[in-house]
């Protein structure tokens, strides 16, 4: 577990919750401007990608027309890849678009990080863009050359160097951990759909695209992968998949978790030991 005496840390509300970037073993002032510059690249991300700033490139996408393209950012074009990678092997589980159409129908990626509209339709980036800006901000301080440091965004962590604590909620009450692990050198995501009455669902009511209804409460799927834009991805898919459905998937991405169900908590894949440490 990460000492607290010999760290630099800072938090900041961004992506919709807070973030917090934790750098371990440098002189505080230096720890300072590396985690500055990650900060950066959290902007630059949700800036680029948040359907609620009106200049961000998602808004550009959702005013084309059909048929009407538009060159963005290498960054935005590798989330989308990515986002229709993931629908197709989840059959259409995982989806930005906003009205539930498979992403593949809704814009064409073509070469030069183009974006061809095929029809109408808006997307949201809400259920990758978070981990990805994880990401972009663990890379920042390892161009630096920091050895050890971790990303905390409501959830959405990534750590590497030394070990990072993780506690998840219980999703029947929330006030509670159902488990706790440490994770270096790797990403964790949890998504959770909590009991209807308790306000700790920071990401919102899940909607399965499939049924148009908000999931169960009740449940919650955590992942770990090797990025944080891929456990961010997949927890949402394990939430709403059968069982032998999200396993595979999560073997394709080299990634594994655990789903908790009321009072059950569930390895994935079910050959391992429960990963977590859980909370009786």
Not at 47 to 59: A, I, W
Not at 192 to 205: E, I, L, P, V
Not at 240 to 268: C, D
């Amino acid at each position: 577990m990460i000492s607290t005496s010999n760290i630099s840390k800072r938090a900041r509300p961004l992506l919709g919750t807070i973030v917090e970037i934790g750098v371990q073993d440098l002189h505080e002032e230096i720890a300072q401007k590396f985690i500055s510059d990650a900060f950066a690249q959290i902007e630059r991300i949700q800036r680029s990608m948040s359907r609620y700033d009106d200049r961000s490139e998602v808004n550009k996408i959702n005013g084309l027309g059909v048929n009407a393209d538009l060159v963005v950012s290498s960054d935005l074009w590798a989330v989308l890849d990515l986002a229709q990678d993931i629908s197709r092997r989840s059959e259409g589980v995982f989806s930005i678009c906003i009205e539930g159409e498979i992403n593949g129908d809704l814009l064409r990626l073509m070469d030069g990080d183009r974006v061809l509209r095929l029809q109408t339709g808006l997307i949201d980036l809400g259920g990758i863009a978070k981990g990805y800006a994880v990401d972009q901000a663990i890379e920042s301080l390892k161009g630096w050359g920091v050895e050890s440091a971790y990303v905390n965004a409501g959830g959405d962590v990534r750590a590497f160097g030394k070990p990072y604590p993780i506690f998840v909620r219980h999703p029947l009450r929330p006030h509670e951990s159902v488990a706790s692990l440490d994770i270096v050198d790797a990403a964790f995501a949890t998504s959770a759909s909590y009991q209807r009455h308790a306000k700790y669902n920071q990401s919102g009511t899940i909607i399965d695209p499939r049924s148009k209804q908000p999931v169960a409460a009740g449940a919650s799927a955590s992942v770990m992968a090797s990025t944080c834009v891929v456990a961010d991805a997949l927890a949402k898919c394990m939430l709403m998949m059968i069982n032998e459905e999200g396993e595979l998937l999560l073997s394709e991405f080299n990634a594994f978790g655990f789903l908790v169900q009321g009072e059950q908590v569930t390895s994935y894949p079910k050959t391992a030991e429960v990963m977590p440490n859980v909370a009786h």
